[in-house]
T-cell receptor
């Protein structure tokens, strides 16, 4: 299947700093990528939909000024957690939509573990 | 509002047994139902998926059963193995458009030798 990578896989930062997480589709172009957040032993919660060349669409309750999303190319979307606080500590997962013309599939990245001290 | 209800939340099955996870949905606009397998510290991986025009789909030891009228679907893992121990998420989405995936709460499966 298609491969989606995330970088970094794990990051520890001090409270008040900003952290950027990259999501790349390695062998296909993705006009749409999604960012999820997952707390321990819980399901994935969609944060936002990232569309190449346009503004991201955020889910209700997600602060767009805190979680900045940029989808500058067909293979790269970034999520920047600005002024991170301990409550932002979580597992962040991206996914990318692969459309072949006859079938659509969504592939997930390996996730990024963020710990804010 | 939980649009996809999944049960049980945890499941222990002996090696060689059948693991069964059930899901129910409310939104009749959903037309694609994937199952994902997630190991600790990893992202979800697509396991198997079904569309509502079929009642069953089988891939190896994994089978999805789909009941459109009841708006329910289930995953059966035959001959369960310790390596199948993971968290399984059912999901639903409207294909086309922006394909937002709605996940169930997840089922932690433990297959014991």
């Amino acid at each position: 299947g298609a491969v989606v990578s995330q970088h970094p896989s794990r990051v520890i930062c001090k409270s008040g700093t900003s952290v950027k997480i990259e999501c790349r589709s390695l062998d296909f172009q993705a006009t749409t990528m999604f960012w999820y957040r997952q707390f321990p032993k819980q399901s994935l919660m969609l944060m936002a939909t990232s569309n190449e060349g346009s503004k991201a669409t955020y889910e209700q309750g997600v602060e767009k000024d805190k979680f900045l999303i940029n989808h500058a190319s067909l293979t790269l979307s970034t999520l920047t957690v600005t002024s991170a606080h301990p409550e932002d500590s979580s597992f962040y997962i991206c996914s990318a939509r692969d459309y072949t013309g006859t079938q659509e599939t969504q592939y997930f990245g390996p996730g990024t573990r963020l710990l804010v001290l | 509002q939980q649009q996809v209800k999944q049960s049980p939340q945890s499941l222990i099955v002996q090696k060689g047994g059948i693991s069964i996870i059930n899901c129910a949905y409310e939104n009749t606009a959903f037309d694609y139902f994937p199952w994902y397998q997630q190991f600790p510290g990893k992202g979800p991986a697509l396991l198997i998926a079904i569309r509502p025009d079929v009642s069953e789909k089988k891939e190896g030891r994994f089978t999805i059963s789909f009941n459109k009228s009841a708006k329910q679907f289930s995953l059966h893992i035959m001959d369960s193995q310790p390596g199948d121990s993971a968290t399984y998420f059912c999901a639903a989405l409207e294909s086309g458009g922006y394909q937002k995936v709605t996940f169930g709460i997840g089922t932690k499966l433990q297959v014991i030798p």
